[in-house]
């Protein structure tokens, strides 16, 4: 299955320190697909107007939505304090996936 991840991140000067500190860690865990929770197909930071962080977002493949919340929650981004919540929205069945190069590897089923 595949889901529209987006984590909107809390704001304040403290979150974006924090969020420059944990960003490797958090790259760390895209990259592994949460040791393997997850197939992390695309995804980026958002920014406001100003260019200015607020949040995240991912397309991921998991065996289901409680595995996709596993990842996301997982993130060090999320454990750390960054993340505000996190919003899943599961996409079609014919999503075209084979379209987007993966930024980690298949999830074993």
């Known amino acids: 299955?595949?889901?529209?991840?987006?984590?909107p991140h809390k704001s304040g000067a403290e979150i974006n320190a924090l969020r420059d500190r944990l960003r490797p860690q958090h790259?760390?865990?895209?990259?592994?697909?949460?040791?393997?929770?997850?197939?992390?197909?695309?995804?980026?930071?958002?920014?406001n107007p100003k260019a200015e962080g607020i949040g995240n977002f991912g397309i991921l493949e998991a065996q289901d939505e409680a595995t996709a919340r596993a990842f996301a929650e997982g993130d060090p981004f999320f454990k750390g304090g960054v993340v505000k919540r996190v919003e899943l929205t599961r996409l079609a069945d014919t999503f075209q996936a084979g379209r987007i190069s993966p930024l980690t590897q298949a999830v074993s089923t």
């Open 1 to 7: 299955m595949y889901f529209l991840m987006i984590c």
């Open 27 to 47: 790259r760390d865990w895209v990259a592994s697909g949460g040791n393997g929770l997850a197939r992390v197909l695309t995804g980026s930071a958002l920014w």
